[in-house]
C-alpha cells in the first residue's frame, strides 16, 4: 500500500490513475443519477432540495467525468502500456510522472469541496457577477491544477514515446495505441495553455481588478467562449483519441486478424489532430456569429468526420472474416462504436447551421455529447479495464457478470441518451431543473430516468466486480488470460517493489 | 495501371449542388409569402434525418451481420481454426 | 496497400454525404439570414429572471409578448445582467442574449395562439422558470380570430406551457 503510494513506477502510478478515475467515474455518476432522479416527475420530487443544489451538482458532474474520469483513466492506462509498447523500463520522467499524478486528488478536492454551480463551461458574466464564492475560485484553482497536471503528464508521454523507444523499433511498427497516446498528448500541449490562460483572466475578472470578459467593464463575455472552445473542443478529441486506441487495441486481438489497415489508422488520427483545432467555434453559433463565420466553422466541423469514419471503417474490415470472441471487452468495444455511430450522426445534425435553432442548448446536446463520452469513451474504457485486468491483478474477472453489466448499460445508455435527443428537439432547455408538465415531456424523461437506474445498476455489478475478482477472482492465465491464441502483455512489470 | 474511375466520385458533389441550385430556384417563385424558419429548418432536419438513418441502416446492418457472422461461435467458425498472428504481427 | 481501393471509394461517399449536408445547410442558412427591410423591430432584453419587450411604438410588455401572424420582426436581443437565450421553440428560434451586444433574428410567425417563450442558456438560480408568453394574433382584416393552429412540422408543447 504504502509502496504504491510513494512509488514513482509506471505500473504504480498507472494503478493510482485508473483507482482515482474509477472512483470519479460511480461518484460522479451517483451525481447524474441524483439529477435523473429528480427529473422523474416535473415539480420538486425532493431528492434534490432547490435549484441551486440541482446546478452544482450537474457542474461537479460534468467537471468530475471529464477531468477525473476520462482524462486520468487515459494517463492510467497509458502508464501501464506506453512503456511497455515502447520497450523502455519506465516513463521518461518517473518523478514528473509521481507529481503529476498527486495534483489530481488535490484538484479533485478543490472541485468536490467547492461544489460550484458555473456550469462546467462557466461562461461569464455568470461566472463573474453572480457565481457564489469561494466555490467557483475554488472551481478554477481546481482545474488550473488539472491542467498542470495533465499538461506535465502530456510531456511525459510524448518523451518517452520520441526519445526512449527501443531503437530498434520504429514509430510506424509501434501499436495504434501509442499513435493515439502520442497524437492526445501533444493535443493536450498545443489546446490547454489557451484555457490556462482563460481561467487566469477569469479570477482577476472575479477579483474585480480586471474586465476582460466583463462588460460592465468593456469586457466581451463571447471572447471567453472562443478561449474556452478553443481548448475544449480538441479536448473532446482528447477525451475521445485514447479510446480509439484502446478499440485498435482490442479488436484485432479478439478478432484473431491483424488491424485491416495500420497506415488509415495513423493518418486519420493525425488528421483529427490537426483538423480538430478548426472548428470550435461550432458552439457558439447562438452567439451572434455571421453567416461567413458561421460557414467557416461548419466546414471545419465537417472536415473532421471522415477521420472518425475511416476508424469505424478500419474497425469493422478488421472484424470482417475474423474468429471474434466475445468476451466482456470486445463487447464494450463493439457496444461504444454503435453509439459512436450515433453520437456521429447527430454531431453532423449539429453542425448543420440552421438546425442550431433546434439543438443548441437543449437537451439534444446533452444526449449527443453523452453518446461520445458515456457511449464511446465510457464503454471503451470499461472494456479495456476488464482486458488489463489480469495485467494489473494477476486474477481472472467474472465474465458472466461483466457481460450482464454489458446489457444493462447498453441499454441503459441508449434508453437515457437516445431519448434525450427527442427531448431537445421538443425544445426542453438543458440545465433546468424543472420542465414543463406536459406530455410527451413527462413520458420521455421517465424513459430517460429508468435508462438511467438500468445503467446505475450496470455500474453496481461493475463494482462489486472489481472488487470481489480483485480479492477472490481465479488466477489469470498470464501467457493468454483470453485464449486468443497470443502473448498478452509483460506481466511481470507489475512487480517492481523489489 | 492507376484507376480514374474513383475521380467519378466528385461528380456526386457537383450533382448534388446542382440539385440544390434548382430547388432553390423553384422556392423562390413564392415571393409574396416571407419565408418561415420553422418550416425551412424542419424541412432541413427531416432530410437530414432520411440521409442518417439510411446510412445509420447500412452502418448498422453491417455491424449487426459482422457480429454475427464471424462470431467465434458460428457454425462456418467451428472447423476451421484461423492462424492467430503473433504478437509481433501489428507492431 | 491492396485493400486501399474500397476504402479510397468509402471516404469519397462519406465525403460526399458531408458535401451535401454543409451545402443544404449553408443554402438554408442563407435563405434564413437577412431580414426584410420592411420588418418591425422589437427589442428584446432579458435579465434575471424575466423578458422585456419593447415595441417599435414605444410600447413595453413584461413576460408577454403580443405579434401579429404574416408581419415579419426582428428582434434585437440584449442582456442586462448575464447571458441568456430568447428561444421560442414552436418557431424554432433562438439567439444569445448577451450583455454589452445586441443580436438579432428574425422571424414571421405563420400561426396563430399561445406559445412559449424560454431561456435556454444557464442564468443561475430560476433558469429553469425563465419563460414568457407569446401570443401570435390572427391579423384585424380576418377579425382577429385566434385560430390556435397546431404546428405540422414543430412538435408543440408551447400553447400548454403558456396557459400554465
Not at chain 1, 421517465?446 to 477472490?472: D, E, M, P, R, Y
Not at chain 1, 477472482?473 to 511481470?492: H, I, R, T, V
Not at chain 3, 454525404?17 to 443544404?24: F, I, S
Amino acid at each position: 500500500m504504502w509502496e504504491i503510494l510513494f512509488s514513482t513506477h509506471h505500473t504504480d502510478i498507472g494503478l493510482l490513475y485508473i483507482y482515482l478515475s474509477t472512483t470519479a467515474f460511480i461518484i460522479g455518476g451517483a451525481l447524474a443519477i441524483g439529477i435523473r432522479s429528480e427529473l422523474f416527475l416535473p415539480g420538486n420530487q425532493g431528492i434534490i432540495p432547490d435549484s441551486n443544489t440541482f446546478h452544482r451538482i450537474f457542474t461537479v458532474h460534468g467537471t468530475n467525468m471529464l477531468f477525473f474520469w476520462l482524462i486520468p483513466f487515459a494517463s492510467g492506462i497509458g502508464n501501464y502500456l506506453i512503456p511497455i509498447m515502447v520497450r523502455y523500463k519506465d516513463m521518461a520522467w518517473p518523478k514528473l510522472n509521481a507529481v503529476a499524478f498527486w495534483m489530481l486528488p488535490v484538484s479533485m478536492a478543490l472541485v468536490w469541496l467547492g461544489f460550484a454551480d458555473t456550469t462546467w463551461n462557466a461562461y461569464p458574466p455568470y461566472s463573474i457577477i453572480r457565481a457564489p464564492g469561494p466555490a467557483a475560485e475554488m472551481w478554477i484553482f481546481g482545474l488550473k491544477i488539472a491542467g498542470i497536471s495533465s499538461v506535465l503528464g502530456a510531456i511525459n508521454f510524448v518523451v518517452t514515446i520520441l526519445k526512449m523507444k527501443h531503437p530498434d523499433l520504429p514509430l510506424m511498427k509501434t501499436p495504434l495505441f501509442v499513435w493515439a497516446t502520442l497524437v492526445t498528448s501533444l493535443m493536450i500541449i498545443v489546446a490547454m495553455p489557451t484555457f490556462a490562460a482563460a481561467l487566469i483572466m477569469l479570477y482577476t475578472d472575479r477579483l474585480g481588478i480586471s474586465g476582460f470578459f466583463n462588460p460592465a467593464m468593456g469586457g466581451d463575455p463571447i471572447a471567453y467562449q472562443h478561449l474556452f472552445w478553443f481548448t475544449f473542443h480538441p479536448e473532446v478529441y482528447i477525451f475521445l483519441i485514447p479510446a480509439v486506441g484502446t478499440a485498435y487495441e482490442l479488436i484485432p486481438k479478439f478478432s484473431r486478424k491483424p488491424i485491416f489497415s495500420y497506415g488509415s489508422g495513423v493518418i486519420a488520427f493525425v488528421m483529427l489532430a490537426i483538423v480538430g483545432f478548426a472548428s470550435w467555434a461550432h458552439h457558439m453559433y447562438a452567439t451572434g456569429m455571421s453567416f461567413t463565420e458561421k460557414t467557416v466553422f461548419m466546414v471545419g466541423t465537417l472536415a473532421a468526420v471522415p477521420a472518425s469514419a475511416m476508424h469505424i471503417f478500419n474497425w469493422i474490415a478488421t472484424m470482417w472474416g475474423g474468429r471474434i470472441k466475445f468476451a466482456a471487452p470486445m463487447a464494450f468495444t463493439v457496444g461504444g462504436i454503435v453509439l459512436f455511430f450515433f453520437a456521429g450522426a447527430g454531431g453532423i445534425v449539429n453542425t448543420a447551421m440552421p438546425l442550431d435553432f433546434l439543438t443548441h442548448d437543449s437537451y439534444w446536446v446533452v444526449g449527443h455529447m453523452h453518446l461520445f463520452l458515456m457511449g464511446m469513451i465510457t464503454f471503451g474504457f470499461i472494456g479495456f479495464l476488464y482486458y488489463m485486468f489480469p495485467l494489473i491483478t494477476g486474477r481472472m474477472y467474472n465474465e458472466r457478470a461483466a457481460m450482464i453489466q454489458f446489457w444493462l448499460m447498453f441499454v441503459g445508455v441508449s434508453m437515457i441518451f437516445l431519448t434525450q435527443h427527442v427531448l431537445g428537439l421538443y425544445g426542453q432547455p438543458r440545465r433546468t431543473f424543472d420542465y414543463i408538465p406536459v406530455q410527451p415531456l413527462i413520458i420521455l424523461n421517465q424513459i430517460s430516468t429508468v435508462g438511467a437506474w438500468i445503467t446505475a445498476a450496470g455500474a453496481a455489478v461493475f463494482i462489486a466486480n472489481l472488487i470481489k475478482s480483485t480479492v477472490s477472482g481465479k488466477p489469470a492465465n498470464m501467457e493468454d488470460p483470453f485464449k486468443l491464441g497470443e502473448q498478452y502483455y509483460d506481466y511481470a512489470r507489475r512487480e517492481p517493489h523489489h | 495501371m492507376v484507376s480514374y474511375s474513383k475521380l467519378a466520385l466528385f461528380l456526386i458533389p457537383v450533382v448534388v449542388l446542382f440539385l440544390l441550385d434548382v430547388n432553390s430556384a423553384f422556392a423562390q417563385e413564392s415571393s409574396k409569402q416571407y419565408m418561415s424558419a420553422r418550416i425551412e429548418i424542419w424541412a432541413l432536419f427531416y432530410r437530414l434525418m432520411v440521409v442518417a438513418f439510411v446510412i445509420g441502416a447500412v452502418v448498422m446492418g453491417t455491424i449487426t451481420w459482422v457480429v454475427w457472422r464471424f462470431r467465434e461461435s458460428h457454425p462456418k467458425n467451428k472447423g476451421s481454426i484461423t492462424p492467430s498472428r503473433s504478437e509481433g504481427a501489428h507492431h | 496497400m491492396g485493400h486501399a481501393t474500397i476504402e479510397w471509394v468509402y471516404v469519397g461517399v462519406v465525403i460526399a454525404v458531408l458535401v451535401y449536408v454543409g451545402a443544404d445547410a449553408w443554402n438554408v442558412e442563407k435563405m434564413l439570414t437577412d431580414a426584410p427591410p420592411e420588418a418591425k423591430v422589437i427589442k428584446v432584453t432579458g435579465q434575471q429572471w424575466f423578458w422585456t419587450f419593447e415595441h417599435e411604438d414605444g410600447t413595453q410588455e413584461i413576460g408577454e409578448l403580443h405579434l401579429v401572424k404574416g408581419v415579419p420582426y426582428r428582434f434585437e436581443v440584449t442582456s442586462r445582467d448575464v447571458i441568456h437565450s430568447f428561444n421560442t421553440p414552436d418557431f424554432a428560434m433562438m439567439i444569445d442574449a448577451v450583455p454589452g451586444r445586441i443580436n438579432t433574428i428574425w422571424f414571421a410567425p405563420d400561426q396563430s395562439g399561445q406559445f412559449l417563450i424560454q431561456c435556454r442558456e444557464y442564468c443561475g438560480f430560476s433558469h429553469y422558470q425563465m419563460r414568457a408568453k407569446l401570443f401570435v394574433e390572427e391579423p384585424t382584416t380576418s377579425g382577429g380570430k385566434v385560430t390556435n393552429a397546431s404546428a405540422d412540422l414543430t412538435p408543440s408543447i408551447g400553447a400548454t406551457a403558456a396557459a400554465s
